[in-house]
């Protein structure tokens, strides 16, 4: 929809001039660059386009767009549950070595349907307080070599 609206917008369908004639070096590179940037404000008007179709002014999507931009600094951890839980034990590669606590992705695909739900509980209580295990845990073990 986003792409059809910049198109129709822009008249991307019907050029009156060829986008690969931008291409085309000129003598030096501020000549070109001026060419590119002649070809995007008066021939095409793109952006104006764009906001007519839209039915609005730059100043009016700047301030949605500035809006926008406060929502971005923050998240949101929503709440998981057994099923996702699942899925996501299915996904690890059964082939892989075990981990610091020495299970194996294949020994965790075989029990999710029994640890689902505790694991999900305990994800829902680290994003509901805030509180996360200490990652502390290290565990070195020698590996003779073969």
């Given at each position: ?8 917008a ?12 931008l ?5 030096n590179y501020t ?5 590119v ?7 095409k ?37 057994p ?10 590669n059964?082939?892989?070595a075990?981990?610091?606590?020495g299970?194996s ?42």
């Open positions: 929809m986003t792409w059809k609206l910049i198109k129709d822009g008249n991307l369908v019907k050029s009156h001039k060829s986008p690969g004639s291409l085309n070096l000129k003598e000549e070109s660059l001026d060419e940037n002649t070809y995007f404000t008066t021939e008007k793109l952006a104006n386009k764009i906001l007519d179709k839209l039915s609005t002014t730059d100043s009016h999507l700047a301030t949605k767009v500035q809006s926008f931009n406060k929502l971005c600094n923050s998240f949101t951890l929503f709440p998981t549950d099923s996702e839980i699942c899925s996501i034990i299915s996904g690890l059964k082939d892989s075990p981990g610091w606590d299970i992705a294949r020994i965790l695909n075989e029990c999710k349907i029994v640890l689902a739900g505790p694991i999900a509980h305990l994800c829902n209580l680290s994003f509901e307080t805030g509180i996360f295990p200490d990652n502390n845990l290290k565990k070195i073990t020698n590996m003779k070599k073969k």
